[in-house]
T-cell receptor
Framework: AQTVTQSQPEMSVQEAETVTLSCTYD???????LFWYKQPPSRQMILVIR??????QNATENRFSVNFQKAAKSFSLKISDSQLGDAAMYFC???????????????FGQGTILTVHP | DTGVSQDPRHKITKRGQNVTFRCDPI?????LYWYRQTLGQGPEFLTY????????KSRLLSDRFSAERPKGSFSTLEIQRTEQGDSAMYLC??????????????????FGAGSRLTVL
């Protein structure tokens, strides 16, 4: 079984500052993907960033970057220069990559609500 | 293409009634997924289609739940004899997958805005 744990139910940050959201996971697979999805209030889930487990280099997407520690099974998201539009629920997500029918089955964490103060 | 569409966005029903949700995926996506999200929690996987074939179902999908994707395009999720515990957001997602040599970006899921069910 796969599990994803987000230990921070809520986080807040001042506009233009940096914030880090934590995530740990557990899986017996060696090949998997990790994602951060963002869910703004009453709006659809949007992919923020993804990381392939076999890649050692941490993924970056503009102001968003991850710190992927495979041995520790840790996958944190850093948001730099926070903007008001970053306010949302953030989900850490795990997907095994073992082929067959499990390609799209995502395991979500509980989510972290991020508030951005002007 | 405007993305994944779900209808209705919000449904209020009385316990014991049947409800049906519809999902229209991105047209070129052959994979379609249903997830359920309760308040303050992360979504949980319900079921998955590749084209018209339902390939995987979660234990969460009781006998009262049925999903179809008759022509490999849109999908419906029906809940019979609704219970208050069925109150949740039902999310649909779609993706493009290839059978062999799947690239890292090929199976990223695109989500719809969800259908919120309230059972009184």
């Amino acid at each position: 079984a796969q599990t994803v744990t987000q230990s921070q139910p809520e986080m807040s940050v001042q506009e233009a500052e940096t914030v880090t959201l934590s995530c740990t996971y557990d899986t017996s697979e060696s090949d998997y993907y990790l994602f951060w999805y963002k869910q703004p209030p009453s709006r659809q889930m949007i992919l923020v960033i993804r990381q392939e487990a076999y890649k050692q280099q941490n993924a970056t997407e503009n102001r968003f970057s991850v710190n992927f520690q495979k041995a520790a099974k840790s996958f944190s998201l850093k948001i730099s220069d926070s903007q008001l539009g970053d306010a949302a629920m953030y989900f850490c997500v795990l997907r095994r990559n073992a082929g067959g029918t499990s390609y799209g089955k995502l395991t979500f964490g509980q989510g972290t609500i991020l508030t951005v103060h002007p | 293409d405007t993305g994944v569409s779900q209808d209705p966005r919000h449904k209020i029903t009385k316990r014991g009634q049947n409800v049906t949700f519809r999902c229209d995926p991105i047209s070129e996506h052959n994979r379609l997924y249903w997830y359920r999200q309760t308040l303050g929690q992360g979504p949980e996987f319900l079921t998955y289609f590749q084209n018209e074939a339902q390939l995987e179902k979660s234990r969460l999908l009781s006998d009262r739940f049925s999903a179809e994707r008759p022509k490999g395009s849109f999908s419906t999720l029906e809940i019979q004899r609704t219970e208050q515990g069925d109150s949740a957001m039902y999310l649909c997602a779609s993706s493009l997958g290839v059978v062999v040599g799947e690239g890292s970006g090929a199976n990223v899921l695109t989500f719809g805005a969800g259908s919120r069910l309230t059972v009184l």
